[in-house]
């Protein structure tokens, strides 16, 4: 929840505002099979045809900057190419989950927004660190803006309108 807050309120400091409104949506009960998610989807704020993008931030690091930025079940949003073109500009690669054959993309709470036509990313930092080469644990970062909470931005910035985290 402290990651969607923090990103929440980079977006309200902002010297230029999105072009298009940007929603928070912290959904619950996913273990218990994505029932806040299908909540929304079923009684949305907002009209489903009308929501540019969902990116799930179900796994935000807090390892440090990545190389990398792991794609759950890539090849499923065509948010992707999207997502390609901002993670170039910071000099990373996307790449798959280690564990695809463990069905992640149709276990999490976008997935439900994808079943409606919403086009759904579910995205987090990756395993190749600047500092500290392949992920170990690391102490929690400071105060600086985290390689996910900028490239969220950038991505939110260019109309991705609907984040999820999970309480």
């Not at 409606?116 to 579910?122: E, F």
């Amino acid at each position: 929840m402290a990651g969607i807050l923090e990103i929440a309120e980079a977006f309200s400091h902002q010297d230029q505002a999105p072009e298009r409104s940007v929603v928070f949506v912290a959904v619950t009960l996913e273990e218990s099979g994505l029932l806040g998610s299908k909540y929304y989807v079923a009684h949305p704020t907002f009209p489903l045809d009308k929501i540019a993008g969902v990116v799930n931030l179900d796994a935000m690091s807090v390892a440090g900057r990545s190389r990398d930025f792991v794609i759950t079940g890539k090849g499923n949003s065509e948010l992707e190419d999207m997502l390609k073109g901002y993670a170039d500009q910071q000099g990373r690669t996307l790449t798959p989950e280690s564990n695809t054959a463990a069905g992640y993309y149709f276990r999490s709470d976008h997935f439900n927004f994808a079943k409606a036509g919403v086009p759904a990313l579910y995205a987090k930092g990756g395993s190749d660190l600047v500092e500290g080469g392949w992920r170990r644990a690391r102490p929690l970062p400071t105060n600086t803006p985290s390689a996910t909470t900028s490239l969220a931005t950038r991505f939110t910035r260019a109309g991705v309108t609907t984040a999820l985290s999970r309480t």
